[in-house]
């Protein structure tokens, strides 16, 4: 399969994740997720989709029990809707980027809260 098909075939299938998550679950802990990417392979029996929610460690886990456990109902809602010739097996990872990216952003709020962001340190480190 070409790469434009597989971006097109992933796309889709993100978003109709997205959609029966947000829309038509009953489970509340799915309603937080995040679907940040899918990554579908070459003969599209395999659909690896990437997930974030912001959270604990405990969180993080209860959310891909109830993923994991969810693949069958979202295989079974998409199966129709898509209309693809084989329906690719579906694969929650947790996408650490966006916890990563809130750390971040963080450290520059405490960073320039702390006054070492102020211009006329800055300036005087640059002229040192």
Do not use: C
């Amino acid at each position: 399969m070409g790469k434009k098909y597989l971006g097109r075939v992933g796309a889709l299938i993100q978003r109709k994740v997205t959609q029966l998550l947000l829309e038509e679950s009953n489970d509340p802990r799915l309603a937080k997720v995040t679907i940040t990417d899918v990554v579908v392979n070459r003969d599209t029996t395999r659909a690896e989709i990437f997930y974030s929610i912001m959270g604990t460690a405990e969180e993080r886990a209860e959310v891909q029990a109830a993923l994991d456990g969810a693949t069958g109902w979202l295989r079974s809602e998409m199966a129709p809707t898509l209309r693809l010739r084989n329906l690719p097996q579906l694969v929650f990872s947790y996408d650490p980027s966006l916890a990563h990216g809130e750390r971040i952003e963080a450290l520059l709020h405490e960073y320039h809260v702390d006054g070492v962001g102020d211009d006329e340190e800055v300036e005087d480190v640059v002229e040192s």
